[in-house]
């Protein structure tokens, strides 16, 4: 990449530079190859606002969160690597009390967005500029090429091949390069370290970079990684149709907590612990049937025909020749939210569940903008997409001996109750490359932590607050050579808030270690468990097999 800094830097060395030796404004003179610096400002202590929102349009604790903001750098840019690119991208950099790293953060679903955040009040594990910021990072996101009226909007990729590929892996490649020659010129120094940290669609975006471009970052966090698009939209067009095709079998988000409730029943005390939590629900051979209603039909009881699609859905859809596309959910966390089941199977009616709205968006994405989803070949479209984009979108290559070669190191982790893309599938990944290097190399440089629980990033029954505690163990492990081993992981009573205070406290253990409990004290404690090696071989019920496309 070519750069061009100011006259004004030449010849000053960057090891007697103070904090921030050029003027933010500088900036725009920049020359970065086939990018634009739109603006460059200095933003100060608690003015920021997200463009295009009004405060009125804002709750009052993402308004005081975005309040909280120190005073930064905030520069703008343009990258056009092809005549149909249009990377927009944002890096901030405070301007005192830079820890001398530089943060990458991702995008959810299909991006179309810069991900400014309010991680004051909340929720996810995901980074944004505003949490990297206020933990004293330097960092970028990128809208990934194009504008998107929502997270589930595609329409952007149709006829726009060029945009495929800057959404699929090359615009976060770029922003990460100009990113940190833009931090380099105003602090007068390289970043120290660099990192990724992000979830879903995010996760993908982390380990197409470990992958394609190991050179980017030292160290990514990969959380629910979407790695394989193709075969998750397989997935979800599986699951509709279980639910949906037959009126009948249609299960309304209202008996959700009985088949949770029917799960624990039977797994709950699978893992030495009756507590609410599956450790591990590959150990549980649930029978959906035990829910036969017997009389009139009511929330706490499913009909044959829900039975029959719920059984599908734990199945996950397999090709004519019984071989798996992609794996199914599991049992035992049904109830979790906010993005759990209710939303994600049932939505408030049939036809209207969130597998909807993605399933729209990656057919537009698949150049097929008038699916029919009720009677769409599962096979043929996974076939077809995997032959198409597959190269372009998944993340699924196992070889990741160059990211480990320079020293880089990865962190994936998935909740177990996730209904939007099942956690064996990330399970899977992780045994691929176990496979492709030993366990003994692979974990010299990658760390898997399931949470029980969890849904879809965050939420759920089970502790699920930790990015900010993963974060610090993947800089101890690239800084300092310390391999992350438990992860404690919290839960407050009111999601992701530390004021509301903390209802439990639980280990996150490096799989396939999973947490038990030493038999004394509380067991709203994490330390009170301990990691240990599964008392059986989990994988007794044909779940996890990798996908086959």
Known sequence: ??????????????ATAPVFAAPCASLTALKLSTTTITAAQVVEAGSFRVPGLRPAALPADELRAFERLPAFCRVQGIIAPSSDSHIEFEVWMPLSGWNGRYLGVGNGALA????????????????????????????????????????????????????????????????????????????????EHSYFDSCSNGGRQGLMEAQRYPADYDGVIAGAPAASITQLNAHMEWDVQATDKDPASYIPAN???????????????????????????????????????????????????QITALEKIYAGPRDSQGRQIFPGLVPGGETGGPIGWALAVSGPARGQSAYYGLLQGFADLMQNPHPDLLTADVEHDADRDDAALGHILNA??????????????????????????????????????VTRMSRRDAERFTRLYMVPGMPHGFGGSGPNTFGTTMLSALDRWVEKGVAPQAIIATKYRTNGDPASGIIRTRPLCPYPEVARYKGTGSTDVAANFACSAPRHRSDTHGRGDPPQH
């Open 1 to 14: 990449m070519r750069i061009a800094l100011p006259a004004l830097f030449a010849g000053v060395l960057f």
């Open 255 to 305: 008996k959700w907590p009985a088949v949770q409730a029917a799960v624990l029943e039977q797994c709950d005390v699978l893992d030495g612990l009756k507590d609410g939590l599956i450790e591990d629900p590959r150990r549980c051979d649930f029978k959906p049937s035990v829910l036969l209603c017997h009389g009139p039909e009511s929330p706490s009881c499913l009909t044959a025909p």
């Open 112 to 191: 179309g967005s810069i991900t400014y955040g309010a991680p004051g009040v909340i929720t996810s594990n995901d980074p944004t500029l505003q949490s990297a910021l206020m933990d004293g990072y330097a960092t970028s996101s990128t809208d990934t090429g194009h504008e998107a009226a929502s997270l589930n909007d595609g329409k952007w990729a149709l006829g726009h091949r060029e945009k495929i590929i800057d959404y699929g892996y090359r615009a976060v490649h770029e922003t990460a390069e100009r990113a940190k020659a833009i931090i380099g010129a105003f602090y007068r120094r390289a970043p």
């Open 396 to 433: 699924t290559n196992p070889d990741l001996t160059a990211f480990e070669a320079r020293g880089g190191k990865l962190i994936l982790y998935h909740g177990w109750s996730d209904p939007v893309i099942s956690p064996l599938a990330t399970v899977a990944y992780y045994e691929a490359v």
